[in-house]
C-alpha cells in the first residue's frame, strides 16, 4: 500500500524560504518512470502543479514559479523535499505531496500540509 | 504551458441524471508513438485530497465505480457520470501530464 505523509511548518513569515518534506512508503524512488510531485491548493481555489522529481533524478518545475522552486529526493530515507524561497501572503495554501508515473499521471496523494503566509 | 479549461464551472443535478463536465486543452495530449492521450481526471470532496478517477482519459483508476467514464482525443475531453449520487457530491479537475503537468481550474458538482 502506497502512503505519502507531507510534514513542515504551519506558519511561514512573508520573504522566508518554506521547506517541506514528503515522507512515503510502499514504493521506491529509484524504480523505472516513478515520481513524487507537489502540488498546491490555495483556500476554495484550484490545485495548482508546481514540481516533481523521477527515479532517474530529473527534476521538473512549474514555469511560472521556477526560480523559486527546488526539490530533491533521498532514495534511502524514502523522502521528497521541496522548497520555495522568499514567500508572499498569496502562497498560503494546502500543499500535497503525491506519488506519480508516467502512465497514470498523480495516482496516490497525501492528505496534505496547510502553510498560512502571515507576519 | 498546456492551459487546461473546463466547462462548466459548476453543475446542479438530480439523483440519477447523467452529469457531463468538459476539458479543452490549448495543444494536443495525444502522444502519438503509443496513441495515448495524457489527460487525467480527479474528484476532490470537501476537506479530502483529490482522488485519481480516469486516467490516459479513458482507463478508470481500480476502485473507481463504472458510472465515470472518460472519453476524448487530442484536445477535447469529457468526464460522464451516467447516474449521479450523492456521494459524487465533488470537484472535478482535469490534468494533462503530456507536459510539465497543469490543472483546470475545477468544476463543482452539486445536487439539485
Known amino acids: 500500500q502506497i502512503t505519502l505523509k507531507e510534514s513542515g511548518p504551519p506558519l511561514v513569515e512573508p520573504t522566508q524560504t518554506l521547506t517541506l518534506t514528503c515522507t512515503f512508503s510502499?514504493?521506491?524512488?529509484?524504480?523505472?518512470?516513478?515520481?513524487v510531485g507537489w502540488i498546491r491548493q490555495p483556500p476554495g481555489k484550484a490545485l495548482e502543479w508546481l514540481a516533481a522529481?523521477?527515479?532517474?533524478?530529473?527534476?521538473r518545475y512549474s514555469p511560472s514559479l521556477k526560480s523559486r522552486l527546488t526539490i530533491t529526493k533521498d532514495t534511502s530515507k524514502n523522502q521528497v523535499v521541496f522548497t520555495m524561497t522568499n514567500m508572499d501572503l498569496v502562497d498560503t495554501a494546502t500543499y500535497y505531496c503525491?506519488?506519480?508515473?508516467?502512465?497514470?499521471?498523480?495516482?496516490?496523494w497525501g492528505q496534505g500540509t496547510t502553510v498560512t503566509v502571515s507576519s | 504551458d498546456i492551459v487546461m479549461t473546463q466547462s462548466p464551472d459548476s453543475l446542479a443535478l438530480s439523483l440519477g441524471e447523467r452529469a457531463t463536465i468538459n476539458c479543452k486543452s490549448s495543444?494536443?495530449?495525444?502522444?502519438?508513438?503509443?496513441?495515448?492521450?495524457?489527460l487525467s481526471w480527479y474528484q476532490q470532496k470537501p476537506g479530502q485530497p483529490p482522488r485519481l478517477l480516469i486516467y490516459?482519459?479513458?482507463t478508470r483508476e481500480s476502485g473507481v465505480p463504472d458510472r465515470f467514464t472518460g472519453s476524448g482525443s487530442g484536445t477535447d475531453f469529457t468526464l460522464t457520470i451516467s447516474s449521479l449520487q450523492a456521494e459524487d457530491v465533488a470537484v472535478y479537475y482535469c490534468?494533462?501530464?503530456?507536459?510539465?503537468?497543469?490543472f483546470g481550474q475545477g468544476t463543482r458538482l452539486e445536487i439539485k
Open positions: 490534468q494533462q501530464y503530456y507536459s510539465t503537468p497543469t
Open positions: 490516459w482519459a479513458s
Open positions: 503525491a506519488h506519480g508515473d508516467t502512465t497514470r499521471g498523480m495516482a496516490v
Open positions: 510502499g514504493f521506491s524512488l529509484s524504480t523505472y518512470e516513478v515520481g
Open positions: 495543444r494536443s495530449v495525444l502522444y502519438s508513438p503509443n496513441k495515448k492521450n495524457y
Open positions: 522529481i523521477y527515479w532517474d533524478d530529473e527534476k
